[in-house]
C-alpha cells in the first residue's frame, strides 16, 4: 500500500511503491491532489508568466509564446499591444510591421500572419472581442487547446488545465498518468481532469508549470530539494538526491514546505 513507507523510506530512491503497481484509482487521485496542496505551499504565488491586461493581450502573448520563453515574449508584447490595441488594429495590420516587432520571439513570420488573421477572425465571426467557449477559441489561427485553455483560466476564470511539456514531463515523472498517453495533450488533459478537482484546475497547471521550470528540469531535475519529492516516484532517478548538490539546479524562488 503506498501509505506503509514511512516519508523517510519513500525517498530512496527506486523504492516508490508506485513503481510496483501498488496505486489504487483512489490513492492515485489523492496523491495527485497533495501533491496540488504541497505546490501551493512552496509556490503561493503561481501565476501566469505572460504579462496581459485584456483577453485579447493574453490571446495574442500565448500566440507567440510557442516555441520560446515567456521572458522573450514578455519584452515585445509593450510595443506590440500599444501599436495594435484592438481586434481590428491587427486584422488591418502590415505583415511586414508586425514581423518587425515580433522578431525575437522566432518564428515570426508564421506568427505574424496569425496574429492578423486572428485579429480579421476575431472582427468577422464574433465583433472584435475574444470568444470564451473552448470550440470557438480553437477556431482562432494559431490556437490550439492549450493556448485556448491558457486564455480561458487566465482572462475569463474558467477552468482549464494547460498541457505544455512541462506539464507533460511532471505528469509522467510523477506517474499521475498511464506511460501509454505519451505526448497526447488531449489524452493528458482528460486523465488529470479526473484526478484533479475542476476548481484547481487552472492554479495546479500554474503550479506544475512552476515546478517544471524551477525544479524539475527537463535534464537533471533538482529531486534533493523537491517539495514533491515524497510523492515522487522518480525522485533520485534522474536528478540528484544531495540537497546541496540539487540546489544549485533550482532556478527562481521558492518557499519551504
Ligand atoms: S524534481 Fe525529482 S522528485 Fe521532484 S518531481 Fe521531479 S523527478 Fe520527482
Do not use: C
Given at each position: 500500500m503506498s501509505g506503509s513507507l514511512t516519508p523517510q523510506q519513500r525517498r530512496v530512491p527506486g523504492k516508490h511503491p508506485v513503481l510496483k503497481g501498488e496505486e489504487s484509482p483512489l490513492a492515485r487521485k489523492r496523491r495527485a491532489r497533495r501533491i496540488n496542496r504541497t505546490l501551493a505551499k512552496a509556490?503561493?504565488?503561481?501565476?501566469?508568466?505572460l504579462d496581459f491586461s485584456s483577453p485579447l493581450e493574453l490571446l495574442v502573448a500565448t500566440v507567440l509564446s510557442a516555441q520560446t520563453t515567456d521572458v522573450r515574449v514578455n519584452q515585445v508584447t509593450p510595443a506590440l499591444f500599444r501599436a495594435y490595441p484592438t481586434a481590428a488594429d491587427y486584422a488591418a495590420a502590415s505583415q511586414a510591421e508586425v514581423e518587425e516587432i515580433i522578431r525575437p520571439t522566432g518564428f515570426f513570420r508564421a506568427k505574424a500572419a496569425n496574429l492578423i488573421g486572428l485579429g480579421q477572425k476575431l472582427v468577422s465571426d464574433f465583433g472584435g472581442e475574444v470568444p470564451v467557449a473552448l470550440e470557438d477559441l480553437v477556431s482562432?489561427?494559431?490556437?490550439?487547446r492549450k493556448t485556448a485553455h491558457v486564455v480561458r483560466g487566465n482572462a475569463f476564470g474558467r477552468p482549464g488545465l494547460t498541457v505544455d511539456t512541462h506539464f507533460q514531463r511532471l505528469m509522467h515523472r510523477l506517474k499521475l498518468i498511464d506511460a501509454s498517453l505519451g505526448s497526447n495533450a488531449v489524452k493528458i488533459e482528460h486523465a488529470v481532469a479526473e484526478l484533479i478537482e475542476p476548481s484547481e484546475w487552472t492554479m495546479f497547471s500554474h503550479r506544475i508549470i512552476f515546478e517544471g521550470r524551477r525544479v524539475c528540469h527537463a535534464k537533471s531535475p533538482a529531486c534533493g530539494v523537491c517539495p514533491i519529492a515524497y510523492d515522487c516516484p522518480s525522485f533520485g532517478l534522474e536528478g540528484p538526491t544531495d540537497p546541496a548538490e540539487a540546489a544549485k539546479r533550482v532556478k527562481g524562488e521558492m518557499e519551504q514546505v
Open positions: 509556490f503561493p504565488d503561481a501565476h501566469a508568466e482562432l489561427p494559431g490556437v490550439g
